[in-house]
């Protein structure tokens, strides 16, 4: 439209998450309309740039803390051209897992978003066996790694045979628990705790009504749910990279997710 000065920003849902605007198009007025870009919240934060006629801004991602990015479009009285085409969208940043693995085997989950083959790569000679509860496995061996499992997925537990202690580091996209919903089957599920900080019980299942004498285990331990009472037991803290058994005793499915960080 003709005489405007309009300002917009885009703030990401997810806390920790970047604004991301991809523009496939991109036409005004040369010299006379402009589209300002903004790193942040306002139009007081650092300008990315200024674009006019055909001059297209790519792609701008936010790299400030709040993950926003601010837009100011400002026109004569004059003259209108196709304007432009852009796609919005949130990334989250990248993280580094890192856990300790015990000689044999260990309960794990990840908490950043990776592949089967990324793990296998951070394992090394130090791997042995990953298998989930449906029996799905990868084996590493003279040959390399091999079996059927295809996939690791957050919020799933994986039991992890190593021949000695060592330490692992993975990374890739820090995932978010609103967008990884949980889903527990009546008895036994292997799960995972996707966090970057340990949680009590009763905060990391805020969002989740467990069922009189559910019970979780993890590796060291057990805890139990009572009615009008609470958890119970020698856990009281989900940890990042941690995988648990939850047997529900509940007679339907339910899901849930994990808060993000306070």
Not at 37 to 50: K, N, P
Not at 228 to 252: C, D, H, M, Q
Request: charged share 15%.
């Amino acid at each position: 439209g003709n005489s405007l000065d309009y300002t917009l920003t885009f703030y990401p849902a997810t806390t920790g998450a970047k604004i991301i605007v991809s523009f496939s198009e991109f036409n005004v007025e040369s010299n006379y309309d402009y589209l300002y870009i903004y790193d942040g919240t306002s139009t007081s934060a650092t300008q990315i740039g200024q674009f006019t006629g055909t001059t297209s801004p790519g792609t701008v991602t936010a790299t400030n803390g709040k993950g926003a990015l601010t837009f100011r479009f400002t026109s004569d009285h004059s003259v209108n051209k196709a304007g432009w085409v852009a796609t919005v969208s949130c990334e989250m940043p990248s993280a580094v897992q890192t856990f300790e693995l015990a000689a044999d085997w260990n309960w794990w989950s990840p908490n950043v978003d990776i592949t089967l083959a990324d793990f296998e790569a951070a394992l090394g000679s130090n791997g042995i066996t990953i298998t989930d509860k449906e029996g799905h496995y990868a084996t590493n061996s003279t040959y390399g790694w091999g079996g059927n499992l295809t996939s690791i997925e957050a919020g799933t537990m994986y039991k992890v045979q190593t021949n000695q202690a060592c330490t692992i580091t993975v990374d890739g996209a820090l995932v978010d628990p609103a967008e990884h919903p949980i889903t527990l089957v009546p008895g036994v599920n292997w799960i995972g705790f996707i966090g970057t900080e340990s949680m009590s019980l009763s905060d990391a299942f805020v969002n989740l009504t467990p069922t009189n004498m559910d019970y979780i285990q993890t590796k060291d331990g057990v805890a139990t749910y009572y009615q009008g009472i609470g958890w119970r037991g020698s856990v009281t803290t989900l940890n990042p990279g941690e995988g648990f058994i939850y047997k529900s005793k509940a007679t339907t499915d339910k899901t849930f997710t994990y808060p993000s960080a306070k």
